[in-house]
Structure formats: C-alpha cells, structure tokens
C-alpha cells in the first residue's frame, strides 16, 4: 500500500497503462470497503486519472437501474449498488455507490445519536445480528464479484 492510500498495484499498472488491471483493483477497493470509510477507491481512481488512466466504461443503467429516491438508500440498497459496479464500472455508477455510502452511514449515526439508552439496550442484539447480516453480505457480493472476474476472464480466452 502507498502512504497516499493508493495500492502498489494500481500505481503499477497505471504506470504501465493497464486500464483493464486498474479497473478491477478499483473494484477490488469497493468490495472491501463497501461503506466507502477507508476512501482507498476514491484515492485510487483520483491517482489514476491524474495519471492519464481513466478507468470507467460507459454508464449503462439498464444492467442495474439507480434508485434515485432516497428514502430508499439503506445498508440492502448499498450491496445492491456494491454489486453492480464489477458489472457497468462507470462514473455515475461509482458516484452514486459514494453518495449512498455517505447516506448509509449517516443514517446509522443518526439512529445511534437517537437513541435512548433503553431503546439502545433493547437493540443491542439486533444490532449484533445487523452487524452479522452485514458481513454475509460483504461475502456474498465478495463472492458474486470473484464468480464474476472468472467468467469475464474465462470468456476473454
């Protein structure tokens, strides 16, 4: 990992002009930061495009349509979004993956900020459980993007 948040391997194929290569560390970066509260994604497509490299395709919404309502952005809609970025990598798509992470978890804040310590002991394990969903989410689309990568790469041969 670079000191500006930027990983080694994006700074390399960047350097070689790898588009393809950037393209799925980048996807790689929202995978593992899916609240988007490390910011690594969004150091490494500013790295990159100051480098010359853009990595986005052409936004095309019919392989996965944007919520623009959003009173309907929560933790489920932004796995949705999580998962659609390996399939349509473009800028709206990654703009809109940050600005429903920020509405996540300011969300989450708010709701912690009001709650009354009763409320908060009677949800204690409700936010465990929030917290276990969550994670079987993380690995799931973990696991969607992996099966995605292979195929794409298997039908690129």
């Not at 394990?125 to 696991?143: H, L, M, P, R, Y």
């Amino acid at each position: 990992m670079m000191s500006d948040g930027v990983r080694k391997e994006i700074v390399d194929a960047v350097q070689i002009g790898d588009v393809k290569t950037v393209r799925e560390y980048l996807i790689a970066e929202v995978i593992a930061d899916y609240k988007n509260e490390k910011g690594r994604a969004i150091a490494g497509v500013k790295y990159a495009i100051k480098n010359g490299v853009d990595p986005f395709l052409t936004f095309d919404n019919s392989i996965y349509p944007i919520e623009k309502d959003q009173s309907k952005w929560n933790g489920d809609y932004l796995v949705y979004v999580q998962m659609s970025i390996p399939n349509n990598f473009s800028e709206k798509r990654f703009n809109h993956w940050q600005d429903v992470a920020e509405h996540v978890k300011r969300m989450e804040t708010e709701k912690k900020t009001s709650s009354s310590p009763v409320s908060k002991k009677r949800k204690s394990s409700t936010c465990s459980d929030q917290n276990e969903i969550d994670k079987i989410k993380v690995a799931f689309a973990i696991g969607v993007t992996v099966a995605v990568i292979v195929a794409v790469a298997i039908a690129v041969k």
